[in-house]
C-alpha cells in the first residue's frame, strides 16, 4: 500500500475566507488529503468563536471528500506531525505575505526538517481579501458574504 500524501492548511482563519477556500481547492489535486487546520494563535484573540468557524469551514468542504478540519494548539510543525503531513500548503497575496510565511517555514523546517512548505500565489480576484479586513467590516454592520464561501 502506498503511503498517503497529507498535507495541512494551517492558519487562525478568522473567518475563513474565499481566498483560503480558492487554495484549498487548487491544492486538492497535489495530494490525497488536506487538513485544513484551525490554530489556537496565542497572539490574538478571536472575533469568531473557534467551534463555530470549523462548522462553517465543514459545510464548504461537504462535498469535498479529500478535505477534513482539525481545531489544534501549539506549533504547526507538530500538528503537522501528529496528524502524519509532510506539507504546509500556504497562499501569498503579495510580498509582504512572502517575507512573513518564509520565516515561518524556516521555523518549521527547523522543528521539524522533513516538512516541506508549498506556497500558491493567491488567484488575483481574490487578492485584495484578507480576514482583518473582512473582520473590519463585519464589526461594523458591513454586509461581508461576497468575501466568504458560506453565510454568517
Not at 506556497?119 to 463585519?138: D, G, K, M, Q, W
Request: neutral net charge; proline residues 5%.
Amino acid at each position: 500500500m502506498s503511503e498517503i500524501l497529507r498535507a495541512i492548511f494551517p492558519g487562525s482563519f478568522d473567518p475563513f475566507t474565499k481566498g483560503h477556500y480558492d487554495i484549498v481547492m487548487r491544492s486538492i489535486p497535489l495530494f490525497d488529503e488536506i487538513v485544513v487546520a484551525i490554530g489556537q494563535n496565542t497572539t490574538k484573540s478571536r472575533y469568531f468563536p473557534i467551534a463555530s468557524m470549523k462548522e462553517k469551514i465543514l459545510e464548504s468542504f461537504h462535498k469535498v471528500p479529500k478535505v477534513r478540519v482539525e481545531v489544534f494548539n501549539g506549533l504547526t510543525a507538530d500538528f503537522a506531525r501528529t496528524v502524519d503531513a509532510r506539507y504546509i500548503i500556504r497562499g501569498l497575496r503579495n510580498t509582504t505575505d512572502f517575507e512573513y510565511e518564509n520565516t515561518i517555514s524556516q521555523a518549521n523546517k527547523h522543528v521539524s526538517p522533513g516538512l516541506e512548505t508549498m506556497f500558491l500565489i493567491t488567484s488575483p480576484h481574490l487578492a485584495y481579501i484578507s480576514s482583518t479586513i473582512v473582520r473590519e467590516l463585519h464589526k461594523f454592520g458591513a454586509n461581508v458574504d461576497e468575501f466568504l464561501p458560506y453565510k454568517l
